[in-house]
């Protein structure tokens, strides 16, 4: 069983900076890309940005050069800077593992103007 397990969420003033940590355990046979993922009140779930086993990132272009994605084998964190309302969601990181992908159950993130 996999689990995938988010934190550093809260609350924060527009300018602000959060540091949100996923931890994935269990019995992962291959690990592949992860990710963060947000979703806002009556709105879709929406990619944040995506992080390789090997490295490589990618970001939406909400957030490119406010956010940063990194990761330390089964761990990813995302650095978030420059805070801004519309960035309120609860996140979620996920995990790709061959043909399935693992979501954490999320953590909240309000940000206030």
């Known amino acids: 069983q996999v689990q995938v397990v988010e934190s550093g969420g809260g609350s924060v003033q527009a300018g602000g900076s959060l540091r949100l940590s996923c931890v994935a355990s269990?019995?992962?046979?291959?690990?592949?890309?992860m990710a963060w993922y947000r979703q806002a009140p009556g709105k879709q779930r929406e990619l944040v940005a995506t992080i390789t086993s090997s490295g490589r990132t990618n970001y939406a272009d909400s957030v490119k050069g406010r956010f940063t994605i990194s990761r330390a084998g089964l761990t990813v964190y995302l650095q978030m800077n420059s805070l801004k309302p519309e960035d309120t969601a609860v996140y979620y990181c996920?995990?790709?593992?061959?043909?399935?992908?693992?979501w954490g159950q999320g953590t909240q993130v309000t940000v206030s103007s």
């Open positions: 269990g019995t992962i046979f291959s690990v592949g890309a």
């Open positions: 996920s995990l790709s593992s061959g043909s399935r992908i693992y």
